[in-house]
């Protein structure tokens, strides 16, 4: 490999911003026809080196070559000329346009100065038959799953020639059914000598679809390895610079009373008769597919969507959600799983995020006492590690990893007895995860109950006291921690029948 000329090299790169380094000499290469992992941190440089190589950012030192020629890109389209393209956790089509439109905007065939409709139906059919998917190139992108949505954007990177194509944490919203087709097409691309930068903080697909890993941390290059030659262990300590005894530190707490009780609840076309218990100390998993219906449930409990029917008994007295704030009053927490849409409000400071669902715990005679708040805010934060540049530092400027912990450090601040969490750890590194487990145990351990939603079925075997599952609206499955597996927690998740065995 060390022969051939990489289609792209990173070499030296440094970037700062307000006296920050965010790259530090970082340096990359990869070559046609290998998928190469970016790995690293949340706030280890991977981001910044992305949109260097995208020409969102120039670079403020070192330089970049490109199928072996020094390049400086003026810009996205620029970069997206010479045949680099990305793909975003959030795909970025035009939903009212259709498939056709969306893969070919801007660059529509055109034919006696009118667009050649019919050529671009044509145009679009044929890449997506290159990637191997069934898809009407009429149907409208609002219609398409988050996945569908995905192969769009990579069948428009490959209209324009892409050579090299960035994805960056593309897993995180798809089924496992969705990840293995998406895993397909990047085998093919491969083959078909695309090269792929991949960026996951889930260590198995790394394994499961990469040639090679770099790894940042801190800003600063580490070291690049075949994935043949690595363990997940080496991995990890190279990310984090130590070493993580343990993932999912569970603490054996004691299991308390019943504070939450939920019987038959329902939301039509959500989800239906849905019961279970959840006690002082304990740390209920609810797993199952995308879809399934867990977020439904958590928003039902704390008022965002309340039921339509079924009873709610907390502290074993039955009691009427309609609302957040009586959720809240009734000592009840929710970290939602779009931390960036309705977790925080970006543009305010990590204080005031913090503080904003206790803000009259401040006020006296109508006044804010602003600095109690900040000072209550920044324990808050340090209690958490939250790695900032001050409490008047915006949200929208920390790391996915960091912006979890704000969410968390709010939710905290208002002393729940019955804390829901919805994916806590999606999107954040592996040192982080840790961080944010050993959170969790630590709350079990104080008495806190905790409903804990999450679509890694290692998190829910390694963290959960007892596990639901749910399929489709309906819970198919509760297992006790000593008997439940992948295997038997997939099963109820897939089943068309209800298979609930407690052991």
Known sequence: MSERVPIIQMRDISKSF????????????????????????????????IKTMTGVYQPDSGEIYLHGELVRFSGPRDAQQRGIGAIYQEPSLFPDLDIAENILAGRQPLRNGRIDWRAMYHEARELLQQLGVRLDPRTKARNLSV???QTVEI???LSLNAKLLIMDEPTSSLTLTEVEELFRIIRQLREADTAIIFISHRLEELFAVADRVTILRDGRYVST??????????????????????????????IGDTLLEVTDLTVNGKFEDVSF???SGEILG???????????????????????????????????IRSPQQAMNLGLGFVPEDRQHHGLVLPMSIADNITLPILPRYATAGWLRAGDAKQDAAT??????????????????????NQQKVVLAKWLETGPRILILDEPTRGIDVGTKAAVHQLMSDLANQGVAI???????????????????????????????????QEKLMAAATASVTAVAIA
Not at 227 to 253: C, H
Not at 297 to 307: D, E, H, M, Y
Not at 380 to 401: D, H, I, P
Request: hydrophobic share 45%; charged share 20%.
């Open 225 to 254: 390895r075949e994935m043949s030659g690595v363990q997940t262990e080496n991995l990890i300590q190279m990310m984090v610079g130590r070493q993580i005894d343990e993932l999912f530190p569970k603490q054996d707490a004691a």
């Open 451 to 485: 409903l804990m939603i999450s679509s890694e079925l290692p998190e829910i075997l390694g963290m959960s006291d007892r596990i639901l599952v749910m399929r489709e609206g309906h819970i198919t499955g509760e297992f006790a921690r000593a008997a439940a597996t």
């Open 277 to 279: 218990s959840l006690r």
């Open 147 to 149: 996945a569908q949505q």
């Open 18 to 49: 307000g006296g920050v380094h965010a790259l530090d000499g970082v340096q990359m290469q990869v070559y046609a026809g290998e998928v190469h992992a970016l790995l690293g941190e949340n706030g280890a440089g991977k981001s910044t080196l």
């Open 286 to 320: 609810l797993a199952g597919l995308i879809g399934a219906g867990r977020t439904d449930v958590a928003r039902s409990l704390f008022g965002i969507q309340p039921a339509q029917s079924g009873t709610i008994k907390v502290n074993g007295k039955a009691v009427t």
């Open 380 to 401: 808050a934060a340090q209690k958490l590690e939250v790695k900032s540049a001050g409490m008047a530092q915006k949200a929208k400027e920390l790391s996915g990893g």
């Open 155 to 157: 069948a428009r990177a």
